[in-house]
């Protein structure tokens, strides 16, 4: 009877096991794009183009900081606020969050 329990009880086991490792593998999700916005791809230029338009329609001083990557400046209030724009053919994304920024981007590359 001993036997019997203790084999179930290892069968039961590996199959909790299995199921939660596959349950894992499912969706992966890159936590260094989780909060990326994603649109139809195009060329770097384009995105990078877009973008900086988006920005200086809305009185973002855009400045060059990598091939795919801006910094965007703004006054309001006395106040200055910087947000880095990172972007690819595919994704982009602002760091802080900014929505005015954010929603005008997205409207730009038509996310």
């Known amino acids: ?42 060329p770097l230029a384009k995105v990078h183009k877009l973008i900086v338009e988006a920005g200086e329609e809305n009185g973002w001083r855009m400045t060059e900081f990598k091939e795919n990557e801006l910094i965007a400046e703004k006054t309001e209030d006395g106040e200055t606020k ?22 005008a981007i997205e409207d730009k590359l038509k996310i």
């Open 1 to 42: 009877m001993q036997k019997i329990l203790i084999t179930a009880t290892g069968l039961l086991l590996s199959s909790l096991l299995m199921v939660s490792c596959s349950a894992t593998k499912g969706v992966q999700i890159d936590a260094k794009t989780a909060n990326f916005k994603h649109f139809e791809k195009m």
């Open 82 to 103: 910087a947000v880095t724009i990172n972007f690819s053919e595919d994704f982009v994304n602002l760091e802080p969050n900014d929505s005015d920024l954010e929603d």
